[in-house]
């Protein structure tokens, strides 16, 4: 059997996140239905890791085994045809068979958007976060910087999760703003249940002066009740996978 490696872009304003659902609709289980309907085989498609319901992604990652005998260059298009608009394949090679989308995977790269105005934009209404505050922009670029490096982001960890060891590392964290709109993105090589909106949360947190312990304190805390709120899942995107 082939192994196929493929990049996926889509809106998950619709869906209830990556992983298939018995009675619900996911990304996961929409793109195995493609896959039948071009090649009459049924597959089990593996991500890089889950996305939650409602968040985006400009590069996710996938992979399966197939028989058919279809040329990779061949199966976006054809995926596409069969796939609704918010979904899109937009690259596919042969990999070898020790290939895993989750488990080769070296690091990614997140990106969250949040729309800075006293007023909402329909525009921006299922893939950004709607902060009507002022925020002090030049002190969460600030505070963003102790980010960087290995630590124990326990504090920014949402419960529910199994995972034992919460140190990671993250190697960069940039934020810009262009009129209204915020972009943050922090790639590193791994990230936490929640991770990523929490730390947006707790930057949002410091922009409006709600939180006033430095983000440096707050990290070596590892405490969730030192950190800020959870943005929304409907600014996040998955940017980047690296292999």
């Not at 976006?76 to 937009?90: F, G, Q, T």
């Not at 949360?201 to 410091?206: E, R, S």
């Not at 030192?226 to 996978?241: C, D």
Request: aromatic share 10%; hydrophobic share 35%.
């Amino acid at each position: 059997m082939r192994n196929l490696k493929i990049k996926i872009q889509y809106n998950g304003a619709n869906y209830c996140g990556w992983q298939k659902q018995p009675d619900s609709l996911g990304i996961q289980g929409t793109i195995e239905k493609a896959i039948y309907e071009i090649t009459n085989e049924e597959v089990k498609i593996t991500g890089s890791g889950r996305t939650d319901a409602g968040v985006h992604a400009l590069g996710q990652v996938a992979n399966f085994k197939l028989n058919s005998k279809i040329p990779a260059d061949r199966i976006p298009n054809a995926l596409n045809a069969k796939l609704p608009k918010d979904i899109a394949v937009i690259e596919c090679e042969e990999v070898k068979d020790s290939f895993h989308a989750r488990y080769s995977a070296k690091g990614k790269r997140y990106r969250y958007l949040i729309y800075n105005s006293p007023y909402r934009n329909p525009i921006y209404k299922d893939t950004s976060y709607h902060v009507k505050y002022d925020l002090d922009f030049n002190k969460m670029c600030e505070e963003a910087k102790s980010l960087i490096g290995t630590h124990d982001f326990k504090g920014f960890m949402s419960s529910g999760s199994s995972v034992v060891d919460t140190v990671r590392t993250i190697y960069d964290v940039e934020i810009t703003r262009e009129e209204n709109l915020i972009t943050i993105e922090v790639e590193g090589n791994g990230f936490l249940y929640n991770m990523v909106r929490i730390i947006v949360g707790t930057l949002v947190d410091i922009g409006r002066g709600r939180i006033e312990d430095n983000l440096a304190e707050i990290i070596n805390s590892k405490s969730r009740s030192k950190t800020g709120h959870t943005a929304p899942a409907h600014g996040l995107f998955l940017k980047k996978v690296d292999y």
